[in-house]
């Protein structure tokens, strides 16, 4: 992090949420440099830990991120695996999923 100019060391400062954000941003980084032609992406639980400002960020920069790469592949999917129905809820308004499933387990 750079404050004023000059660089802070974060070690020891960061919040769980700050933690499971960056860890987030280097995993997309990480797949998007090893994987330019990839067409899925799986996430699981990525609202982890974040807080609810930081979830509508990751929803907006996702339904992007989707938007972008269905331009260049067609049949480009994202898979997310959470128990955030306010994530999936602010995804689906962003119209980039054509549909959602919702596993859940009965008294059977």
Known sequence: M????KEVNMRG????G???LTS???RLALAESFCVNCGILTLDEPTTNL???NIESLANNLS???ES???SHAHFQLIIITHDTDFVEQLRRSNVAEY???VHKDDK
């Open 13 to 16: 400062r960061c919040s769980a």
């Open 24 to 26: 987030i941003i280097v």
């Open 69 to 71: 790469r269905r331009a």
């Open 64 to 66: 992007r991120l989707v």
């Open 2 to 5: 750079v404050k004023n100019g």
């Open 51 to 53: 807080d609810r400002e």
């Open 18 to 20: 700050q933690k499971v």
């Open 100 to 102: 959602f499933n919702y």
